[in-house]
């Protein structure tokens, strides 16, 4: 039962009176729970739960954070069919998709619970003391991994589960030991408020503080930027547009109190397709990127929005499979009116800059909120002297770059923003002539990925997914995979602690069992 | 010989016509050494450099860096005599400390030289390929991490050897496979520039690309500046005032590319003194903490300016014995006049503050920049209400906070802004009464001492030297040990890459022979 209300701790509150209600793209029309958005008493109630349930959370030990988050994942699979149905109505995502991102929320949720339940992941490291050590004796030190505080979580447009009320942000802020607090996302307050009130539920059954978790509807930027604002409040977690990101980032940099924000946030992806690759597979992977590029109607982060070669027949030629094979792609549903007509505007801002050649766009009859896809090209040149063509259009849409030669490629690779993935697209030895190029690209993305498309980002510890600005705002860390809970932790060190007064991780006898560094030796 | 020019990569440049000179603070008067402030133009070409030689530094072997990380090491002991009595004539130091801070920057590096040339620090993380997964295959999916480029440096004034030119931040980011630019301090400009001839004779030495060092003379705030918003500079380290670091951190926020800035900056490093060892060892701590206090003129971030106690007799005696041991110590040097004017400055504006009950403060004739050591008092319920309060005094200073209860002392803990160091003082089982002060000290700090003074920062892998702003702007790191390193690196993926192009740390034989984690088993 969706009641629009905001929980608040365990308590579902909606004392505002400001409403909105969600949308459903596929049928064109309102959906019918209407939400209530957060009042600022509402807010600062949240937050002062969540610093008071920080002081008990904190020393929660892993085993038991572990069997939160487990519990967590089960109560997401007794939503059942209700939340799947929620998704779709709220996104005009199919059912398909809808059931993939909940296995991998699942999935995240119980990778972090093994994580913390097995215990090794605070880098516990110990240096004995030497009293008789000469000029200066040494103390006993004792370092590992402790939790930042309350964290603030922005749901994702596209990701509703994956990376939102229980997606990676706040599975790791939980698994860490940090509360947390969702700025629920107004496109899927619904499959939000299921999610939040699966974690109430799964806190409640497992003993975890009230104010552990809260759940706060907006649809504006004044509840966010409120939370952000918030003393009390020690890191945040988005993922979203470049401008969004940005301003969080910067309102969290004028703070009395500068928080770290991890924003993962606009990408184009570049693709370099070197000239044998194009010569000899050139239908083949056109068909590939046709289909990358019209994934979930080009709603990813990972979206391949750039392609680039050096101009050649076979490139000519690449051109036209990929518009060809694009246009035989059926148009889909994007997630919200807002979200389509951002996709025309950029589009067409992209297509009326100078020197654009447009090579497909799709123009036959759609129903409302489809997206058409489109294919457009320009010369390294152009694409060089004009920052407009740089900027991602958010949906089924790419740019193809045809370069002069492979300096004028490199001088772009080298130039182009920061980026979370890059591809090379190669025949078998190719790439090895190409090492300047790959070490341009390197140095310009979190991620380099090898005779494969960009979409489709697993879930693993070697995964990373963030890089230079403005793919995320610090490309120290990564958004997805286990080490991604490094973002809301924070070393700290004992010096000559008593031992039964340490903290388990760090007492003599190793009672977790876990992985330590002890003296410079790694053991268990 | 020291020059008084820049090095601009491997050259000496002096094109400038803005110069200064270093001072004598024992014989209160200017050095000889005239010093050229670097040019506009001179930046720009240190940072060109810089960028250039980054395409080659990321990708030398852990060897090489650790070949010249200790040659590093080398030059500097070839410095010598001079070494010390410049460091001695330009901060009014004794040899023994000089020589004691020498020992330290010489260890550091070596140590990075260890990690670097062991190889396992780049947490090489490999998740293997399987092609019949269902419903989706599984890449081959490999991470490390890698350099983020030119790192800009900051001399700090009371560490010329240890955080400064070759200090703790340059060691860990040459370790990483980050050229630097130091930002020289104008208080020890000669120490600067020697420790720079080293580093450039290290780096010809093993063959270094040129551009992987530059020393910049400044003696005001805009050559730091210019080098903070230069577009190709990637990471800041600081260390120094909170005024300082804070505006550099504004300064790269504001950036189009923001950058990480790494300051470690102001800390009062409160010590709770719990009842019953103040009732049976008030004189002991008092004798302790006066060294503590008064400890290379109270010239360190980790001296404890705040002591903290409940009321009581005990109390009151041992303010007494604290301010007659602390007027029992000879006076000291400080490091330069304006270090001096600063420490005058802030003592009388604590002096001045309404309640505030000066219980010692040494008034006999002492010699120009030396620095009369003082003790004041106050309680906690004036300590609460005035922020002027919670000031750091640098120099030899600290306050008594006399708290009504435990409730008070917790309530002043909790609301105190980020520290380096609180430390508790206690009879032995005493501690354990007093948890919810202990945790919230935790939650203040970044090191948490026992029965143990503040001041004396061990290198080693389980120090952390940093802590909630403002002790650092970014609590996630450690300005001291080898996992400082990570400061200035950033993970990187490589999605089905060949075997033979991906860097040795990924390679499937491990020709490195260093720990990685291969589908979650840590193993060599």
Redesign the interface.
């Known amino acids: 039962m969706i009641t629009g209300k905001n929980y608040i701790g365990n308590q579902l509150s909606a004392i505002g009176n400001k409403t909105y209600t969600t949308f459903n793209p596929e049928l064109n029309e309102e959906n019918t729970t209407v939400f209530t958005k957060a009042t600022s008493d509402e807010i600062n109630e949240a937050v002062a739960l969540s610093s008071e349930a920080f002081?008990e959370f904190r020393?929660v030990s892993g085993e038991r954070k572990a069997a939160f988050l487990n519990a967590i994942a089960d109560e997401i699979l007794t939503l059942d069919d209700l939340l799947i149905q929620t998704y779709c109505l709220e996104t005009g995502l199919p059912e398909g998709r809808a059931k993939g991102e909940r296995a991998r929320t699942i999935g995240q949720l119980r990778s972090f619970a093994n994580l913390v339940a097995e215990g090794s992941w605070v880098e516990a490291?110990?240096?004995t003391a030497q009293p008789n050590r000469e000029p200066?004796p040494?103390?006993d030190?004792?370092?590992m991994l402790?939790p930042?505080?309350p964290v603030v979580v922005f749901g994702a447009s596209n990701f509703p589960l994956a990376y939102s009320t229980a997606g990676g942000d706040t599975a790791a802020a939980l698994a860490s030991g940090c509360p947390v607090i969702v700025k629920s996302h107004p496109m899927h307050a619904g499959t939000g408020e299921l999610v939040a009130s699966a974690i109430i539920k799964a806190a409640e059954k497992t003993g975890m503080p009230n104010g552990v978790f809260s759940n706060l509807n907006s649809s504006g930027i004044d509840v966010g930027q409120q939370l952000v604002s918030h003393p009390n409040v020690k890191a945040v977690g988005f993922t979203g547009s470049i401008k969004g990101g940005r301003s969080l980032?910067?309102l969290a940099?004028k703070r009395e109190?500068?928080?770290?924000v991890f924003a993962e946030m606009g990408s184009i992806n570049p693709v370099v397709i070197l000239p044998k690759a194009l010569e000899n597979r050139q239908k083949e992977i056109a068909k590939t990127y046709a289909s990358s590029i019209a994934l979930g109607t080009g709603q990813f982060c990972t979206n391949p929005g750039l392609l680039l070669g050096v101009k050649s027949d076979s490139l000519s030629s690449f051109i036209k499979s990929l518009s060809h094979e694009i246009m035989k792609i059926n148009p889909s549903c994007m997630l919200h009116p807002n979200i389509k007509k951002g996709y025309i505007n950029n589009k067409e801002k992209v297509i009326s800059q100078a020197n654009i050649s447009v090579t497909a766009n799709y123009t036959s009859e759609i129903k409302n909120n489809y997206a058409e896809q489109a294919i457009v090209s320009v010369t390294g040149k152009d694409f060089l002297e004009n920052p407009t063509l740089h900027l991602e259009v958010f949906g089924p849409f790419s740019m193809v770059v045809q370069c002069e030669n492979e300096v004028e490629l490199e001088s772009i690779i080298s130039k182009i923003e920061?980026q979370l993935t890059g591809t090379v697209i190669s025949d078998d030895n190719e790439?090895?002539e190409y090492s300047e190029i790959?070490?341009a690209l390197?140095?310009r993305v979190?991620?380099?990925?090898?005779?494969?498309v960009p979409t489709?980002v697993?879930v693993?510890?070697?995964?990373?997914h963030?890089g230079?600005?403005?793919a995320s705002?610090?490309?120290?860390?990564?958004a997805v995979g286990i080490?991604s809970i490094?973002?809301w932790?924070?070393?700290?060190?004992?010096?000559?602690?008593?031992n039964?007064?340490l903290p388990k991780e760090l007492q003599d006898d190793n009672p977790l069992s876990i992985?330590r560094?002890k003296d410079?030796i790694?053991s268990k």
Not at 489 to 498: A, E, G, L, T
């Open positions: 002081k020393k490291t110990i240096d200066m040494k103390s030190i004792r370092k402790i930042l505080g980032l910067d940099a109190e500068p928080i770290p920061g790439v090895s790959i070490a390197q140095n979190g991620r380099i990925i090898f005779n494969g489709g697993e693993c510890e070697s995964m990373v963030g230079p600005y403005p705002t610090d490309s120290r860390f990564s080490t490094k973002r932790v924070r070393p700290f060190s004992y010096q000559d602690w008593p039964n007064l992985f560094i410079g790694r």
